[in-house]
């Protein structure tokens, strides 16, 4: 079965840099789009990044843009989200998702969820 696992997160002081990994199997991920959602506490979930399955098109939110990459690599069946000059608003469970019929930031359009990991940024 198609399984989304991430990993990365951690504690990391303002201006820091951390790389997120989502390992997917069961699926080949040369054919699937990925998406980055996070959700803080008390917030609604939110679209971070999106890439589609030939990595032609990438999509950043607003509040990221600049800051943060997305990328994969198919031989390692991973998609990266490199996030870089990290603020205390990026605190949050941070996931990947795909599924999706269409590229969405829509959080309700995407099937298939990883467990999500924890993105602290803190002084």
């Known amino acids: 079965q198609l399984q989304l696992v991430e990993s990365g997160g951690g504690l990391v002081q303002p201006g820091g840099s951390l790389r997120l990994s989502c390992v997917v199997s069961g699926y080949n991920l040369d054919r699937l789009g990925i998406g980055w959602f996070r959700q803080a506490p008390g917030k609604e979930r939110e679209g971070v990044s999106l890439i589609n399955s030939d990595s032609s098109n990438t999509m950043y939110a607003a509040s990221v843009k600049g800051r943060f990459t997305i990328s994969r690599d198919n031989v390692k069946s991973t998609v990266y989200l490199q996030m870089d000059s990290l603020q205390l608003e990026d605190t949050a469970v941070y996931y990947c998702?795909?599924?999706?019929?269409?590229?969405?930031?829509?959080?309700?359009?995407?099937?298939?969820w990883g467990q999500g990991t924890q993105v602290t940024v803190s002084s």
């Open positions: 998702a795909t599924g999706a019929p269409r590229p969405s930031w829509n959080p309700d359009e995407w099937a298939i």
